[in-house]
């Protein structure tokens, strides 16, 4: 059993996929340490929509489970923002608000088109728009709401600021995408959100020296090791184990 | 996991077309838009619903057990109360 590699798989089918599977793995490590049972709750679903997203995804990609569980981290094609850790609540929110608004906009295009991911982008779609619209509601409520939690929500958006850039780094195989077009809309959109939160729009570039964004081609930060190490471990213990 | 002072709702789903909203259980949440999320969340992820209300516990006035015997007690021997002494014309269903 040999993982495949990169190379050899669909580069897009990969990118999209990863994405979904490592943010799906970083909500799903709020299980049992939310602040109350119905926002894990929340985070718990949002979770399981996006790991049927990555399942999908890597399965067109080639077999699921292995591309899942024995990939090394080099071989991820994420962005580096799903793989940030969640850090307090304010920090997952900015994470989700950034996220979900920019596969909101990139899925609604690949809907439009005639890509493979067509037909997947229209189910997940409807999906992530309501991943945005929770995030959407909760960074109103915190950036608007106490003093703590204003300057917490403000200090994660900010904090974050610098891995939205590499969403916007083309993909190849997404042919027909208007990258230049989804960040002008993203930063529309986003702008406003953080405006009616009473929050500031994070200065500083998002693309550049200082900017982080090599997850596309294979870079990660560091805690991503951490994650991968825990979320492969069962599978690599007891290879091809099942319920 | 901490407590909250968050208020408690009560979420009602109507699962088909048609039919009433029912009673399906509580929660808590700090307002009527994410009570209303939360009521998703909860009871609706598995297809049961296609129209939810949230109503807030403290809004609704419930009768007490207490007087559950003068308020239900006398319902109980009134037969001619009852609908059945009349003879059912044909063709009428669900009566």
């Given amino acids: 059993m040999t993982a495949p590699t990169a190379s050899t798989a669909p580069v897009a089918a990969l990118a999209l996929g990863d994405d979904a599977l490592v943010l799906s793995h970083r909500l799903g490590e709020w299980a049992g340490h939310a602040p109350v049972l119905e926002e894990e709750v929340a985070l718990a679903n949002i979770a399981l929509d996006l790991l049927g997203q990555a399942r999908l995804l890597l399965s067109m990609a080639g077999d699921e489970d292995e591309l899942a569980y024995l990939r090394e981290e080099r071989a991820f094609r994420n962005v580096q923002l799903?793989?940030?850790?969640?850090?307090?609540?304010?920090?997952?929110?900015?994470?989700?608000?950034?996220?979900?608004?920019?596969?909101?906009l990139l899925y609604g295009q690949l809907a439009a088109g005639d890509t493979e991911f067509a037909g997947l982008a229209a189910k997940a779609v409807k999906e992530v728009a309501y991943h945005q619209?929770?995030?959407?509601?909760?960074?109103?409520?915190?950036?608007?709401?106490?003093?703590?939690?204003?300057?917490?929500?403000?200090?994660?958006?900010?904090?974050?600021?610098?891995?939205?850039?590499?969403?916007?780094?083309?993909?190849?195989?997404?042919?027909?995408?208007?990258?230049?077009?989804?960040?002008?809309?993203?930063?529309?959109?986003?702008?406003?959100?953080?405006?009616?939160?009473?929050?500031?729009?994070?200065?500083?570039?998002q693309s550049g020296a200082w900017t982080a964004g090599a997850g596309r081609q294979g870079l990660h930060t560091e805690p991503f090791g951490r994650m991968l190490a825990e979320m492969q471990h069962l599978h690599r213990s007891h290879p091809g184990a099942s319920w | 996991m901490t407590n909250t002072d968050w208020p408690l709702w009560e979420v009602f789903v109507r699962s088909r077309r048609g039919l009433s909203h029912t009673h399906a259980g509580s929660l808590h949440a700090p307002d009527a838009e994410l009570a209303l999320r939360n009521a998703r969340d909860l009871y609706t992820r598995r297809g049961e619903g296609v129209?939810?209300?949230?109503?807030?516990?403290?809004?609704?006035?419930?009768?007490?057990p207490d007087e559950k015997d003068p308020f239900f007690e006398p319902a109980a021997d009134k037969p001619y109360r009852h609908p059945t002494f009349y003879e059912i014309p044909e063709g009428v269903q669900h009566l």
């Fill in chain 1, 82 to 104: 799903v793989e940030q850790p969640n850090g307090d609540f304010a920090h997952t929110i900015a994470r989700q608000l950034y996220f979900s608004t920019y596969q909101r």
């Fill in chain 1, 133 to 205: 619209d929770h995030a959407e509601q909760w960074t109103l409520r915190l950036g608007d709401g106490t003093a703590d939690s204003h300057e917490r929500m403000q200090r994660a958006c900010t904090a974050l600021w610098r891995f939205t850039g590499e969403m916007f780094q083309p993909v190849e195989g997404l042919d027909g995408v208007d990258w230049e077009g989804l960040r002008a809309v993203w930063r529309k959109s986003v702008e406003g959100v953080l405006g009616r939160a009473t929050l500031t729009v994070p200065e500083g570039p």
């Fill in chain 2, 51 to 64: 129209s939810l209300w949230v109503v807030p516990s403290a809004a609704i006035t419930a009768s007490s």
